[in-house]
């Protein structure tokens, strides 16, 4: 898991990938542009209370979308961050020229689509690479990940905070593949367990990709165990998740089946009641 300066090299980031789950590495210009936008527009609105109180929040049943206040409760047992989650289906339907473009909802989505197109692109290399590593086959490997996928995308703001609690718990992601872009010089919040401690990702970081519990266990490698540290200086980070489309039937290395659907949907019932922030 190297520092991301210098120039986008794939082959180095799949064995990274297939070797512990986890790669930092520099971003080629159309998405470091398109992310670093998304990043700026969703720290301006997440960090006003009048650009909060104009968006969608999220009901807190089914799955994740809209805005996330910051949770009430102890630091030190909750997930303290505030974020904005968008199904890719909802990102595109938002930006229909023949519907309403609320600012700053209408502005923060256009951002957020931006680079969530290009980082589709970027996870789509990935996997097919690290698939065809692993010797399967290009069109199964399409057809499983690539066709009829989902995703969501994620701006999350960390506010400062003068202790030190975890601002994350630790967690493996559930899905497929997650790219998480950093604002300039502040990747370092962000931990990876290495089966032996915490190693924070190197501060000077562009992005990070992490690989989830479903495509892990088809690669047949594993998904990192990963936590993110409060600071006292405000953060944003936006995170794209990828996953098989619901219906799509995972064959694990081990032999298992597993439906996508309902893994995700019941580990995403798991960190709720563990997160305690919506029973």
Known sequence: MKAAGG?????????????VGCASFAVEDELRLASQKALATGRRTLSRTD????????????MWSGYQPLPEGDPQHIDMVERYE??????????????????PEGELHAALRAAHDRSIDLIGRLIATAAATRGHAEDKTRSLWLEDHESTTVVNYYPPLLLDPIAMKAHRDFGGLTIIFFEPGKAGALDIHDGNDWRAIPPDACACAIVGELLAGWLGCTPPLHRVRSTAVPRTSLVVFHQPAFDRTVRFKDGSLVNAGQHIAARQAEYNMLDGRYR
């Open 86 to 103: 968008m199904p890719a289906a909802a990102l595109k339907a938002a930006l229909n020229p023949s519907g309403p473009a609320l600012a």
């Open 7 to 19: 120039e986008f090299n794939l082959a180095r980031v799949v064995n990274d990938l297939l070797t």
């Open 51 to 62: 650009s909060k109180e104009q968006l969608v929040t999220w009901s807190g049943n089914g």
